[in-house]
C-alpha cells in the first residue's frame, strides 16, 4: 500500500490526535458538567478519534485521502 498522508498531514494528525486525547482526560477528570452516562461517551468518543488520528499516522495512509483520491506525499502519484 502507498502513502497517502504527507508530513504536513501527519503534523496536524499527530497535533489532533494529542487534544483529542487530552479533551478526553479532562473529560474524565472534570466531567464538564455532563452527567455520568453522557461524560463516558463524550470520553469515549474523544478517545476513539485519537486513536484513529494515531493509527493514520502510523501507517501513513488516510482513507479519506484515498476516498477523495487525494495524495499529499510528495513525489508519489
Known amino acids: 500500500m502507498e502513502?497517502?498522508?504527507?508530513?504536513t498531514d501527519r503534523t496536524a494528525?499527530?497535533?489532533?490526535?494529542?487534544?483529542?486525547?487530552?479533551?478526553?482526560?479532562a473529560v474524565v477528570v472534570y466531567g464538564g458538567g455532563l452527567s455520568g452516562d453522557l461524560q463516558?461517551?463524550?470520553?469515549?468518543?474523544?478517545l476513539v478519534f485519537a486513536a484513529v488520528m494515531f493509527v493514520t499516522v502510523g501507517v501513513r495512509r488516510c482513507p479519506v485521502n484515498?476516498?477523495?483520491g487525494?495524495?499529499?506525499c510528495h513525489g508519489r502519484e
Open 70 to 72: 487525494r495524495n499529499p
Open 40 to 46: 463516558l461517551v463524550v470520553a469515549g468518543a474523544t
Open 13 to 25: 494528525r499527530v497535533v489532533l490526535g494529542v487534544l483529542a486525547l487530552l479533551s478526553s482526560v
Open 66 to 68: 484515498a476516498l477523495r
Open 3 to 7: 502513502p497517502n498522508a504527507g508530513g
